[in-house]
């Protein structure tokens, strides 16, 4: 039977005692902006509509180059230390990508051995993509179900399945899935009935390693609060207490996030424009940008002022995502602005 646990690691890093970093934690990738649902949560959910929002963000709609890609994983190992993950994760599906499963064997190829993981709505898996996956390096694939139903998956995403059949490719992945973790999740808001959640236990829990139920959260500033959903919703994405006084987010100081396109963001919110980023890997190394002058403003900033008062970070929910002593950085401000390289 599965664990029943949020899927972030509890054994954290006191960051008040490492800060400044040389070399983040966390790079997360974005191998595509293609997806195969609509999901009402997510700016596809809109996508060639009159009101497109992706179109309206600038986004393009298309895999990672490869050459882009390779020219990041090389970075990534000019850092002086591994980051500790690697996520391969963005606002598109990562298996529209037909070439995902060679992206995970260069970085392992290349040396990486931290942890890879990626999100899936696990629509598109078959024993073919289970077994490509499960032979290239990936540490855990974490599974969003949009249902307990064919009917809800409809509602939810726009596009019918066979819940039968998604079932069945998870029953494989589970039992070939070698020294892959398997974690499965649902958000609260699509157990509607009193007794789903114990459906969602007793039809996953013996083909998963972890599952959990999470709370909707607003992942992409484009989608605001759902409508009113998560409005007065005060729990975090982990359905734990939000700690709003808070004004330090710890994130942007182990975080990285390289959208499609190259642009290179300081911390792993989706769907930011490019004119929140701190470069583009097309013109700097990923070490000279966590480094640079950008990056070193916005962490200032935040020491100083709080990160509602970065343009990126209004309203944003992410630094409540993990509330840990370890993450809590408001009493240690002045000291690690003391400890900042350079100045404005």
């Known amino acids: 039977m599965a664990i029943i646990a949020p899927s972030y690691d509890k054994n954290r890093t006191n960051l008040r005692d490492v800060i400044p970093l040389t070399s983040p934690y966390t790079i997360q990738i974005e191998p595509t902006r293609m997806c195969n649902l609509r999901c009402f949560f997510c700016m596809h959910h809109s996508r060639g509509t009159s009101n497109d929002l992706l179109k309206e963000s600038g986004f393009k709609i298309a895999h990672m180059d490869m050459d882009l890609y390779d020219k990041i994983v090389h970075d990534i190992m000019r850092f002086p ?20 499963g060679e992206m995970i064997r260069r970085l392992r190829a290349i040396g990486y051995s931290g942890r890879i993981i990626t999100y899936t709505n696990g629509v598109l898996l078959t024993p073919a993509v289970v077994d490509e996956l499960t032979n290239s390096g990936l540490s855990e694939l974490r599974i969003s179900l949009n249902g307990l139903t064919a009917e809800m998956y409809k509602h939810v995403t726009g596009v019918k399945i066979s ?179 350079g100045d404005d």
């Open 163 to 341: 819940m039968e059949k998604y079932v069945e490719n998870i029953r494989y992945l589970y039992e070939n899935k070698k020294d892959t973790k398997i974690y499965i999740k649902i958000i609260e808001n699509l157990l509607e009935q009193d007794n789903d959640r114990e459906e969602f236990y007793q039809i996953f829990g013996n083909i998963s390693d972890v599952m959990y139920v999470e709370n909707l959260i607003q992942l992409q500033r484009q989608m605001k609060d759902y409508g009113g959903i998560t409005e007065e919703n005060y729990k975090n994405v982990f359905n734990e207490p939000m700690a709003r006084d808070w004004k330090t987010c710890a994130c942007m100081f182990y975080q990285m996030h390289i959208d499609a396109d190259g642009y290179v963001f300081f911390c792993v919110s989706l769907g930011n424009p490019s004119k929140f980023a701190i470069g583009n890997i097309k013109e700097n190394s990923l070490d000279e940008i966590w480094n640079g002058r950008e990056r070193l403003k916005a962490l200032r900033t935040n020491l100083r002022n709080g990160s509602d008062s970065i343009p990126m970070c209004v309203n944003c929910e992410g630094k409540y995502d993990i509330i840990s002593n370890e993450e809590f950085l408001d009493d240690s401000s002045q000291m690690l602005l003391d400890r900042l390289p």
């Open 81 to 100: 230390q591994q980051p500790k993950m690697v996520n391969f994760c963005g606002i598109g599906e990562p298996l529209m990508n037909p070439r995902f």
